[in-house]
């Protein structure tokens, strides 16, 4: 693999959080071209890795509260669907965390207690999720790239649940492997229907759960204390 770059602005040693809420940084790898002494785009590539805001603003939305609504995107209609094809095409990014929470609702009566649970790797590797990234500003502004209104978002692919999910619920991230790190974030690949087939669910056995306390459902609470197991309780 290549080496990463820090993003401008990026502190490698961070502030680390437990709970992160929709809209906060998170972590992203991004990969482009890298630029010749004179301002051109070379052939190389280089690997970035910046904090990008969690929730998708397309390029040309009229502003960013769009953002609040995209934190996800189905791998099923990923390639068509306007707010997300450019980015699948030309923006993908990889999206590591050290594990994710999930919700269960035990009863389709009661959905609203529902029983928060925290997935790993069953290998103690990091996660790797599919991610897609955009670039916005305020193009009232200006037409060019304006630093005081810029956001760089991101958005997290999921698909069906694979055989780890599937009790806790229908739906899970796109978990890449090592082996497919290169080709999702090579700039020069734009075969959506090739890359279409990595959006699969994680195989049987990727991943661990427990269940965790339900002070989890509100981002102020936050630490290492939010992902000690728990006894389930949706009371």
Known sequence: ???VALAEGVDPDGRPSWNVPPTRGIPA???RHALTES???SDAHERVL???RWGLVPHWAKNPNTGYKMINAKAETVATKPAYRTAFAKHRCLIVVDGFFEWQVPDPEAPKRKVPFYFQRADGQPITFAGLYETWWDKSRSEEPDPETMLRTCTIIT???GADMIDVHDRMPVILERKDFDRW???DEHDTEALAKLLMPAPAGTLIRHSV????NSPRNDGPMIIQQAPPDAE
């Open 1 to 3: 693999m290549l080496e």
């Open 29 to 31: 790898i991004t990969e």
């Open 39 to 41: 301002g051109e785009l």
């Open 50 to 52: 910046d904090v990008l």
């Open 159 to 161: 698909t069906n649940a």
């Open 185 to 187: 974030l090579d700039p």
């Open 213 to 216: 306390d339900r002070a989890v």
